[in-house]
């Protein structure tokens, strides 16, 4: 995170809500100050992420590969988008399931439109998107 100082403050809260946040404190096995942390940096990077920065993706589909074309299809999708696919991954589930990662960089705004479009394909069963801010300082 560099050499940025670490500076203290002051946080009210309704005594309920604090003991939820200290079992989530307790199971993680952390300190309240490193799961706030958390929190605020994954919040912070949602909010990046909603105004269209730099980010990768992890988009996760799990289709019926008998699907004619489908695979064709998804293949297709990809080749679209170029040098922004930077790794996927193949898992045969049962006979008929397939479970794909594809790895994809770009603007968060254009990787959940690409995402969409997968979901959106005919025999895709489940589809998932988690997106990161590219810049994470």
Known sequence: MGTSKVVRFGVAMDGKLLSEFDKLVEQRGGSRSEVLRDLVRAEVTKHRVAHGVQAIAAVTLVYDHHVRDLSERLTELQHDLGDAVRSTMH???????????????GRADELQRFAERLFATRGVLHGGIEIVSANTA
């Open 91 to 105: 898992v045969h589930l049962s006979h008929h399931l397939c479970l794909e990662v594809i790895v994809i960089n």
